[in-house]
């Protein structure tokens, strides 16, 4: 497992994803089950920015799934 420098944007629980995790792997809160995001936004959103805005990207991409 590799810890993603980001937390939950609704239970603030450090999220977590498989080695293998394929990018376009749904990243869910292993806490609260909040849908976060693809795998594969969550890993460019960590290699283009610093952490907190990693932490706006998770919450903005949280937003965004709960509302369909
Ligand atoms: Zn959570």
């Known amino acids: ?5 980001a937390s939950c ?15 376009d792997q749904m990243i869910v809160c292993a806490e609260c089950g909040t849908e976060v ?3 594969g936004d969550i890993r460019k959103a960590m ?3 610093g ?3 990693i932490e ?3 919450a903005d991409m949280i937003k965004r799934f709960n509302k369909r």
């Open 37 to 39: 995001g693809r795998y």
């Open 47 to 49: 290699i283009d920015k």
């Open 56 to 58: 706006g990207a998770v």
């Open 1 to 5: 497992m590799v810890t993603i420098n």
């Open 51 to 53: 952490r907190s805005e």
């Open 9 to 23: 944007a609704n239970c603030g629980a450090a999220l977590k994803a498989a080695d293998d995790t394929p990018d």
